[in-house]
């Protein structure tokens, strides 16, 4: 499975940005639709956090403490891609983000649930 991550950028406290990550190379009888997605970041210097995750059918999303009410995250099936919305962006914001595609455990909330991660794209907020 490979999953490429594109959107970041340089961005104003404030502004909003929008992530996507597109996936490919699913063995024959598996597909994207199969899996839970998510997002995390990686600030320098920091571990790896959860941002955000939404399970197969879209019908449950996870957030973190400091995305929710400020970031959304969605998927399109039929694309193959996850998206995450992030508005009004903050400097604490600035990481790199990643997606990644679950494993099949049955929480979203932390790196080892997961088993493919995309290259990693960078947000970078200026105050």
């Known amino acids: 499975v490979q999953l490429q991550a594109s959107g970041g950028g340089l961005v104003q406290a404030g502004g909003s940005l929008r992530l996507s990550c597109t996936a490919s190379?699913?063995?024959?009888?598996?597909?994207?639709?199969?899996?839970?997605m998510g997002w995390f970041r990686q600030a320098p210097g920091q571990e790896r956090e959860f941002v955000a995750a939404?399970?197969?059918?879209?019908?449950?999303?996870s957030y973190s403490d400091s995305a929710r009410g400020r970031f959304s995250i969605s998927r399109d099936n039929v694309k193959n891609t996850v998206y995450l919305q992030m508005n009004s962006l903050k400097p604490e914001d600035t990481a790199v983000y990643y997606c990644a595609k679950s494993g099949g455990r049955s929480s979203l909330y932390t790196v080892a649930s997961y088993d493919y991660w995309g290259q990693g794209t960078l947000v970078t907020v200026s105050s």
């Open positions: 190379g699913f063995a024959s009888g598996y597909s994207f639709s199969s899996y839970g």
């Open positions: 939404v399970i197969w059918a879209g019908t449950r999303k």
